[in-house]
């Protein structure tokens, strides 16, 4: 496999990536994307069609490893998306946000997606900034940038520099069905990570005051997702559902059209036929 040329990212994924972003303003989120690599002259060119979300097991920052259990489930999802689309699909990439940061990978970003390009020359790395807020206006925007890895030069102080791979976002509707899934995943995944913190934070014995400490943190945090994520989520859905039932309607329509009109063409050419002998 050669260079990357450029990144296709289909829109129900970027979607799927954006909404996992956006679900935590402290903390970074990551997951990984899944696609193909389509070699041309010019280059490879990577088409992002799912996601899949994953829960961060080191939660310090700038450490979005992911294990090699987390892969390795990951993998054996994939191939059952395969199967299921008829057409060939693999992980091409993985992606991460940046709250409150700038788009640009920091150099363990940089060190990271080195070790899995050592594995796979086309594997690309999306990071997606959220929560920036424009001090004057007040207006919070999001960035998405696409990155890969190459040897800094030997003056530098960093082992990796990063190179920006172009992203091209493209409607498509193949898998829209598994990014809906994928979504749907998400308040689970966010939820278990909650949980496990709690479940951290009070192993240790704690007084009295502590655990009561923690315990308000962690229904806090719950009732956030459910304002935050949840409801919004459920909104957006019940949107879509509405959009899809409107479309389906339309289809239907039009297929009891079709059928009129080729009813109509095959009594025409019987009548031809007739005619003719
Ligand atoms: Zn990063």
């Known amino acids: 496999m050669g260079s990357v040329r450029a990144v296709v990212l289909e829109a129900d994924a970027h979607y799927a990536c954006l909404t996992h972003a956006l679900s935590n303003e402290e903390e970074e989120v990551m997951g990984l994307c899944i696609g193909d690599v389509v070699e041309t002259e010019a280059g490879c060119d990577v088409y992002v069609t799912a996601t899949m979300s994953l829960r961060r097991l080191d939660k310090r920052k700038d450490r979005v490893e992911i294990s090699v259990e987390q892969l390795s489930n990951a993998s054996t999802k994939v191939e059952e998306m395969s199967l299921q689309h008829g057409k060939r699909m693999r992980i091409v990439g993985w992606y991460h946000s940046h709250p409150k940061i700038t788009v ?18 086309t594997f690309i790395g999306l990071i997606f900034s959220c929560f920036n807020e424009d001090k004057s206006s007040l207006e919070q925007s999001v960035h998405v940038t696409c990155f890969q890895s190459v040897p800094a030069s030997h003056q530098s102080t960093v082992r990796h520099d990063s190179i920006a791979i172009p992203i091209v976002i493209t409607h498509g509707t193949e898998t829209r069905q598994h990014n809906s899934a994928a979504l749907k995943e998400l308040p689970k995944i966010i939820m278990q990570e909650e949980c496990d913190m709690f479940r951290k934070a009070n192993s240790c014995k704690t007084d009295f005051m502590t655990t009561l400490h923690n315990s308000s943190v962690h229904v806090q945090a719950l009732s956030k997702l459910n304002s935050h994520f949840l409801l919004p989520l459920l909104k957006v859905t019940a949107r879509s559902n509405l959009t899809a039932k409107k479309r389906l309607k339309d ?27």
């Open 104 to 121: 640009w990978p920091s150099h363990v970003d940089t060190d990271t997606q080195a070790v899995y390009q050592m594995m796979d020359d």
């Open 251 to 277: 289809v239907t329509h039009e297929n009891e059209e079709l059928r009129r009109k080729v009813t109509e063409l095959q009594a025409e050419m019987k009548e031809l036929l007739r005619t003719a002998e």
